[in-house]
């Protein structure tokens, strides 16, 4: 059983008892994030700006990235296949095939995120 789920017609992304909505894809450029299992390595989680408890690289908090919800808050997790990930996506609406996650503030699932960084996460999309 994987520890998230993200359900592409729900445009859900479930794990632990919690659930945020997300985007993948920009229609008619970019595919949504194909099927499949992936798993992300220990240490897949960055987070755009010192003192968050993870390595940061100041990429995720700068264009063209801009990976920030609406709080501003930045942070990527590789989930182990390219350059696919998961992210807020509060700036332009849309991705380039990772996860968005859509919520104004992402802070829970970041939190979520980082307690299960020290293992293997596994994040099934269907």
């Known amino acids: 059983m994987a520890d998230f789920v993200y359900d592409k017609t729900k445009k ?3 794990g632990h008892g919690q659930n ?9 450029s970019y595919s949504p994030t194909p099927n499949g299992l992936y798993t992300a390595p220990k240490g897949s989680l960055m987070a755009g700006a010192p003192g968050y408890g993870v390595p940061h690289d100041p990429k995720y908090a700068k264009a063209p990235y801009s990976y920030r919800d609406k709080k501003g808050f930045s942070w ?3 989930i182990g296949s390219g ?3 998961i992210h807020p996506d509060g700036n332009v609406p849309g991705t380039k095939g990772c996860i968005g996650i859509v919520e ?3 802070k829970s ?5 980082k307690q299960l960084n020290s293992g293997p996460v596994t994040i099934q999309v269907k």
């Open 12 to 14: 859900t992304f479930v």
């Open 76 to 78: 990527f997790f590789w």
């Open 20 to 28: 945020w909505k997300v985007r993948s894809g920009i229609p008619g």
């Open 104 to 106: 104004d503030d992402t």
């Open 109 to 113: 699932l970041f939190d979520k995120l």
């Open 83 to 85: 350059k696919l990930g």
